[in-house]
């Protein structure tokens, strides 16, 4: 019976020795399955604003910002990836819900995603949305890692556009692009009948020449003669050097000018400081300035031509909006890779929209 007590003490010692191994991570023989613990979204995800109409007018502009807490996983070390699914709110519910979701992928570690006003318009027709009729759209956010999880789904209300095709625009096609009229940058209509006004971006040091057309063909088509004038079928302009250019076009007394045009970020969070302007590239198609690259922690602005005369500051970090002549900046909280995106309000050159994404 002693002998028997003895070998029950060895065992209770040996299986102790064992749960203080795996207390500390688990080890080769007793490993830790991580599979088995937990993980979900803790809230809701929010979506801002929580009803919009859609306009083809501001189809350049952001339309919703959605954001949501971070998921923790039991694998701390590898990235979480999050991407967003949308779907009609009927679709949601039952064996087959979510089945025909439309999803987006949002990237590593992401906490929060803007959309623009064509993008969302485009993704509430394609869900069956009818254009000028105020409809509910859900969408819910996935986060994984070893394993998929799903934050609990949301709605809010969208009116989406029907597309029509403007003819108060000029096309730009050029070598940039591979003298395509259709699928060419364009310079808008201004308030003035027949001046056409619109930045154009040429960063090609070979790509410098371009042409105007009046549709996306090139039946009527205006070059230049070298001196500032057009030409009907004439020879290619072009821009002195590669950057980016604010382009006037006057088709009452067929001229054109074409001056150096560019938008930087300045301030502690950007690589020149305070003491000199990191220029921002411009999206012919996106119509938008964009500067990728590394950021310190510190304050961040926008200013045209590396002058103060024309300069935009942001009030908070929340509503990624800046106003001209604004004393308030940005401020970058983390140092890292960033995305930014600029765009002026084509009604409104006071306010500007702005979008600062980790990379």
């Avoid at 599979?35 to 350049?60: G, I, W």
């Avoid at 623009?116 to 869900?127: G, S, T, Y």
Wanted: glycine share 10%; net charge negative.
């Amino acid at each position: 019976m002693r002998k028997l007590n003895k070998n029950l003490f060895f065992l209770l010692f040996a299986l102790a020795l064992i749960g203080c191994e795996k207390e500390e991570g688990g080890t080769a023989f007793n490993p830790e399955l991580t599979t088995l613990k937990e993980v979900r979204f803790m809230e809701a995800p929010e979506v801002f604003p929580a009803s919009v109409v859609l306009t083809q007018d501001s189809q350049d502009l952001p339309a919703i910002n959605i954001a949501w807490n971070k998921v923790d996983f039991p694998i701390k070390e590898a990235p979480v990836e999050y991407s967003i699914q949308f779907d009609l709110p009927g679709n949601t519910l039952g064996e087959t819900a979510w089945g025909n979701a439309s999803s987006v992928v949002v990237g590593n570690d992401v906490l929060s995603k803007s959309f623009l006003v064509k993008d969302l318009n485009e993704r509430a027709k394609d869900l069956g949305l009818l254009p000028d009729e105020a409809a509910p759209l859900a969408f819910r956010v996935r986060a994984y890692v070893d394993r998929a999880v799903f934050s609990e789904g949301v709605s809010f209300l969208v009116t989406p556009y029907e597309e029509t095709v403007s003819a108060d625009f000029l096309y730009v096609p050029g070598t940039y692009q591979g003298w395509d009229p259709a699928t060419a940058a364009t310079l808008g209509g201004t308030a003035v009948e027949g001046v056409f006004e619109g930045i154009l971006g040429l960063y090609d040091p070979l790509a410098p020449d371009f042409k105007f057309t009046t549709g996306p063909n090139w039946d009527e088509n205006y070059g230049s003669d070298g001196n500032g004038n057009l030409v009907f079928d004439g020879n290619n302009a072009e821009v002195p050097a590669p950057g980016s250019y604010k382009i006037i076009v006057n088709l009452n007394d067929l001229t054109w000018t074409a001056e150096p045009h560019t938008f930087g970020i300045i301030g502690t969070a950007t690589p020149g400081g305070w003491d000199s302007d990191t220029d921002m590239q411009y999206n012919n198609m996106e119509g938008q300035w964009e500067y990728k690259g590394e950021l310190a922690a510190g304050a961040l602005k926008f200013r045209l031509n590396d002058q103060w005369t024309v300069n935009y500051g942001s009030r908070n970090n929340t509503d990624l909006m800046a106003f001209l002549d604004d004393p308030g900046a940005h401020t970058i909280d983390i140092p890292g890779n960033y995305l930014i995106t600029f765009k002026i309000d084509g009604a409104d050159p006071s306010v500007a929209y702005y979008t600062v994404e980790p990379q």
